[in-house]
């Protein structure tokens, strides 16, 4: 069964530092991976995905996440956070090739300090 | 841009009542999806929906689920008889092809 698990429950930054969010995915092909971000009370935006191709996906807001096989992680990033970002954010997978169900992750609540 | 819509905000109902969760997906999407998250949990898969019928559902989508398309626009989702822990926000999703689904921004259900 397809599982993803993101180890850090809550990451305080500073404004202007760098961010890593981590994803690890358990699955028994190469999925299509997700980061997803939900402020409070909203509902869930996308950020960006990863299909095929080319490792390092950018995306919005100046975000962007690298699919490493080996590893069989798919880590957010972005190199100076600003406050607005402040919200949780979830890796999802779902299967290639096929419309069906994603299965996220417990979620990252990110919090940045001034 | 196109956007799933869903109605209304927020549902307060007492247990033991029926609810309906509506949703608008985006106008040539062809797959149809709700999921759930209870406060302070993940998202979680219930149903999925194609060319008119459920492709696929969840252990917690049981008897007391349902859902339809009941015109062309709308996908709904009952509740038959609410519990406490039915209580939780909705999200529904729409897909045109395999690629990302689009959310829509959750009905929060709140079942006392």
């Known amino acids: 069964a397809q599982s993803v698990t993101q180890p850090d429950i809550h990451i305080t930054v500073s404004e202007g530092a760098s961010l890593e969010l981590r994803c690890n995915y358990s699955y028994g092909a190469t999925p299509y991976l997700f980061w997803y971000v939900q402020s409070p009370g909203q509902g869930l935006q996308l950020l960006l995905k990863?299909?095929?191709?080319?490792?390092l996906v950018q995306g919005i807001k100046g975000f962007e996440a690298e699919f490493k096989r080996s590893q069989s992680s798919f880590n957010l990033r972005k190199p100076s956070v600003h406050w607005s970002d402040a919200a949780e954010y979830f890796c999802a997978v779902g299967p290639t090739g096929t419309a069906s169900k994603l299965t996220f992750g417990t979620g990252t609540r990110l919090q940045v300090t001034l | 841009e196109p956007e799933v819509t869903q109605t209304p905000s927020h549902q307060v109902t007492q247990m033991g009542q029926e609810v309906i969760l509506r949703c608008v997906p985006i106008s040539n999407h062809l797959y149809f999806y709700w999921y759930r998250q209870i406060l302070g949990q993940k998202v979680e898969f219930l149903v999925s929906?194609?060319?008119?019928?459920?492709?696929?559902k969840s252990e917690i989508f049981d008897d007391q689920f349902s859902v339809e398309r009941p015109d062309g626009s709308n996908f709904t989702l009952k509740i038959r008889s609410t519990k406490l822990e039915d209580s939780a926000m909705y999200f529904c999703?729409?897909?045109?092809?395999?690629?990302?689904?689009?959310f829509g921004p959750g009905t929060r259900l709140t079942v006392t």
């Open positions: 999703a729409s897909q045109q092809d395999p690629y990302e689904q689009y």
């Open positions: 990863y299909f095929s191709g080319d490792t």
């Open positions: 929906f194609y060319n008119n019928e459920i492709s696929e």
